[in-house]
């Protein structure tokens, strides 16, 4: 799901901007849930990190925090320039054109950081393929979900901390949006829905994705 969910992020023409920015508020939900799952992976990981792990190891959790820290960076940019779901909220924004730039380049870098944790966990998703989710998931990795709902806000809190300590960094780095940066273009008529284009842009990101996958597996192949 989050696969997919991000594909269709990063193929704009197609949704259209008002799907794409609650599509992206969704996303942030469906991530949530993810660290939530694997919130066993993180916590154990981070100690041997610590105490010293392997090569694999070390390499795959520097992955998933560039990961993190890149999908944040996508999200909180996207969340500044909003034009559509946080102006119908009535939260006023400001298209700033050094965080829109922001946005746009950090997708692409996040188009190759998703390639690259897909080909670096490739082996564990062929496995719940090949067996069905349900039973892999039962199998060999057990519930990982906080038991209550406590733990679950606890976990989240953390995960809330460390988005605030990346947007203030972002803060500090670009300033708050600014009228004299805006751009001044009707980003709705834009970015409308225009199904060739948007078939196109989807088959593009998705092969630019893949292609990241592919040449990161083949080096993980030779050097891990």
């Known amino acids: 799901m989050l696969l997919v969910a991000f594909v269709l992020l990063v193929a704009v023409h197609l949704t259209g901007l008002r799907v794409h920015e609650w599509l992206g508020i969704a996303f942030v939900l469906?991530?949530?849930?993810?660290?939530?799952?694997?919130?066993r992976w993180i916590?154990?990981?981070t100690r041997r990190i610590f105490s010293g792990g392997?090569?694999?190891?070390?390499?795959?959790?520097?992955?998933?925090?560039?990961?993190?820290?890149?999908?944040?960076?996508?999200?909180?940019s996207g969340l500044v320039i909003s034009q559509a779901a946080l102006p119908n909220l009535g939260i006023t924004t400001i298209d700033d054109g050094t965080w829109r730039?922001?946005?746009n380049k950090s997708q692409t870098w996040a188009l190759v950081a998703v390639g690259v944790h897909v080909a670096m966990n490739w082996t564990?998703?062929?496995?719940?393929?090949?067996?069905?989710?349900?039973?892999?998931?039962?199998a060999s990795r057990g519930p990982q979900?906080?038991?209550s709902l406590w733990y679950a806000l606890r976990r989240s809190a953390v995960i809330a901390i460390a988005t605030c300590v990346i947007a203030t960094g972002l803060w500090l780095i670009l300033g708050l949006?600014?009228?004299?940066?805006e751009v001044r273009l009707n980003e709705m008529a834009r970015w409308s829905v225009q199904p060739g284009p948007g078939i196109g842009q989807m088959l593009t990101r998705a092969a630019l994705l893949a292609i990241?996958?592919?040449a990161a597996r083949r080096w993980l192949r030779v050097h891990i």
């Open 30 to 39: 469906l991530v949530l849930v993810h660290l939530l799952y694997s919130w």
């Open 43 to 45: 916590t154990t990981h």
């Open 54 to 76: 392997n090569r694999r190891a070390r390499i795959n959790y520097l992955l998933n925090v560039t990961l993190f820290v890149i999908v944040m960076i996508v999200v909180i």
């Open 101 to 103: 730039a922001l946005h």
């Open 124 to 138: 564990w998703i062929r496995a719940a393929l090949r067996r069905g989710w349900a039973t892999s998931n039962r």
């Open 145 to 147: 979900i906080a038991p």
């Open 177 to 181: 949006p600014s009228r004299q940066r």
């Open 212 to 214: 990241a996958g592919f």
